[in-house]
């Protein structure tokens, strides 16, 4: 039975024997020239999604501030909440430690 799987892969295939046909068929000169132009889209394409994800950067710090800002605004109490929840399990690990005094080297 033929699925839709081995219909895109037959298409698949036979384009990608016309454009090695064509590829083949072209002077050095045209080669050259279309190479060129597949890295200048490949560079565009990599420039435009550094760029992106530098505003993706920008906006996730703007949300974290502005998230910030809104607990503080609606629970004034927040910070000082998840600290006590959280901020503090270091300073009760040091607390239930016995202290370690140093050897004395003989």
Known sequence: MVNNKHIATFIL??????????YSSMSNEEKEKMMANLKDKANSLKDEALKTADQAKDYFSELSTKGTDAIKEHFPEAEKWMNDIFGHKEEAAAANEEPVEPQKES
């Open 13 to 22: 295939g036979a384009l990608a024997g016309l454009a090695a046909g064509k």
